[in-house]
């Protein structure tokens, strides 16, 4: 037997030593919150420093399974410099393998330390995992030298297995211990604790028009189907018992809040529609919810803020921030939510704590994992996507949207319903018109227009429709609450959300 092993067998041994390396990572990141295995500190890196223009492709393409594609590409230049390293040990080049691992450990040392509330310690699963994988690397090595005189192929194939197990195990105690450790114990937490209630509930909602016209949204979207979009790789868990609102800047009294504190404030409903700036014409990144929580307004006006600050800045946990104008601040229902749909906010949405504000795209307002407040100026601080191209002022565009039928699809002739929702908060939406056909004789016909709970929500719309054999298309357009039609010039989300009408074909047979 060849020195050098089975073929392949030196690929299999660096890959073995990464994963069990990665594992161990793991395991070390679950000890304590804010550390992060390896792969989320580049991926937070790379997410951090890509062009824009990529990023967008991104979310275009993958839509919002960028992050596990990230991840995923991650994990398999990883993998395949870990054949590598194997291949080279394998070799008997020990010292260039070792040195391989250690740069790329330095690597992903280096990234740790930029991840939020980085401090020396974020370096340990990086360390742990370099340390596992050179130990790894080292023992095959002696194993290796050991069997290559005996010619018993036999011996290495159990160094295998016993390996697989080990590495096996690792990852399944590594993955029970991260469960076990932060986020169940947050998830068990917001199972158990109880909304703050309104001193006044807002009524039921009107039954919903989707029960009837299937394929239109539904008046409240789910929880388990509201649109996500954030920079967080991990889901940030936080504690209500450790959790704290600090609210400074510009202001003459900052101060900070417990979760107690704030929950123990008068709270209210609002029925609000978010939306991306991302969401295309057409798009799924908006959606409807009944939020609760207590008024921004009061809350800033208790620390007075200075006459020279001009935005609201809101920071997130895991370092996002969001700014918008303090003079947003204008009697709108602006809110600290802590409930959305009934349920304490989902940990994907921001648990314990975001901002909601009527009217502004998420990325300018909705900060999730909320822990800081700053009266600041436009002049001065710039939210995370400012710097990377998108307006520092951003209202909702009108917009509408045909949920049924699904564009290129075929429907039966005849009678056929076309519906959706359309959506202008704060101003409302006080008619939709819907045109089938493209020619000179196509007309705009009035749909009719779903229960409005308020002008921040959207409004599902429905029209009849006598469909005649053959391709058409179809269209919608909304004219808002102040009367407003909706731009019919096409605009890409970039850089404060796009516009046009929505307009679909579909195949009559
Ligand atoms: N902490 C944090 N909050 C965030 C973001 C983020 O990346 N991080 N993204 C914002 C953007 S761009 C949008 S559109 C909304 C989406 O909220 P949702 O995921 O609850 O639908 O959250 C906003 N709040
Ligand atoms: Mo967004």
Redesign the pocket.
Known sequence: MRAGGHRGLGEVIGLIAVIAGLAIAQLVAALRNGLNNPIVSLGNRIIDHVPAAVKKFAIKTFGVNDKTALVFSILVVVLILAMLIGRISASGNQRLAYGLVTTLIAIAGAAALFDAGASLLSLLPSLAAGATAILILHWFSLKRAGVSHDQDGLSRRELFKAFTLIGVGTVAAAGVSKFLGDRASVQLQRLNIALPRPLKFLPPPPADPAATVPGLSTLFTPNSH???????LTVPNISIDTWRLRIDGMVKKPREFTYSELSQRPVFELDDT?S??SNEVGGY?V?NARWLGIRLDDLIKEVGPSAKADQIMGY?S?G?S?GFPLAALDGRDAMIAFGMNGEPLPL???YPARIIVPGL???VS????LTRIELTRFDLKQGYWVPRGWSALAPIKTQSRIDTPRSGTSVKAGNVAIAGVAWAPTRGISRVEVRVGNGQSAQWREATLGPELAKTTWRQWWINWEAKPGATEISVRATDGTGALQSSTITPPDPNGAQGWHTISVNVS
């Not at 509201?226 to 967080?232: K, L, Q, W």
């Not at 909705?366 to 994992?369: N, S």
């Open positions: 509201f649109y996500r979009i954030d920079t967080a978010i991306c700036v990144l959606g997130s895991d996002f969001a994907n949405h921001g795209y998420g990325y909705a900060t999730k994992w």
